[in-house]
């Protein structure tokens, strides 16, 4: 069973969620009602080995890709920042030197993105074939409007992307998914210049495949995107585009006039939203490539890194 599955089993036994959960599991972050105000939660680990290679990358970029890609998922909600929490389990031989250094290195990027880390764990394992980890929890509240879910796309909407995809986990210890800069401020820019016309988000972890169809299934819509518009890195094909992951850009659905950039990013539209029932689409996400329309699946969009 795969990730995605297994969590999906996991949830449905969750069936009697307290009123307090306002945004169940199923969403880039969960949300509940406390003391009057809501607050939005979510937890992601960062494996050595399968999300950094420890090998070519320094620790600076280790810490700050274990919290920037948390904070990935607060833009994914238009949430603001609150505050981070972090437990590290490190291989024996790690070091008490190299461990200050990651965690001075989370610290930072916290400060710099504004959610300040209140509280840590740190643990040193007894078999040296463990490999670090770095899970990260973050807390956020939401912006000056309810955080944006991936279960509002409707019919007649776009489909956008802000940045570049593909490529980004090209192996020269430089790459895009280890010094992006989380979208939260876009996000926030977003739902002020479209209000209620910004129906759904995103951010694309997974790559863009798996992600809009994420959107897609949440909004029980089909969504089919064009890869002669993708916005794409480096000498990144529209496949990578599509299947490639770590991008950590905003992917959502919009209707009405949209901007072409924001804070110098740019805004992409790349494909649009039919019904759940629209029949002349073979799967819920399709590419349009020239005249054919493609299943987005047949790509294969699991990232390992
Ligand atoms: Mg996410």
Redo the contacts with the bound molecule.
Sequence with gaps: MREFELLRHIYRSNDRLDVAVRIPPGD?MGMIRFGGGDILA?VDQLVGGRHVNLETTSLELVGRKAITRSL??IA?MAARPLCTLVAATLPPDFGEERAQELFESMRRTCERFECPLIGGDLAFHADPSHPLVCSVTVLAVPGHVPPILRSGAKPGDTLYVTGQLGGTMLEDGSGHHLTFDPRITEALMLTEMLGDRLHAM??L?DGLGR?ADHIAEASGVKIVIDAARLPRRGNASWEDAVRDGEDYELCFAATGSVPTEVRGVPITPVGEVLPGDADELPARLCVRDGDTLREAGEFGWQHEA
């Design positions: 880039d979510a990935s998922d994914a995103i951010d972890s992600d």
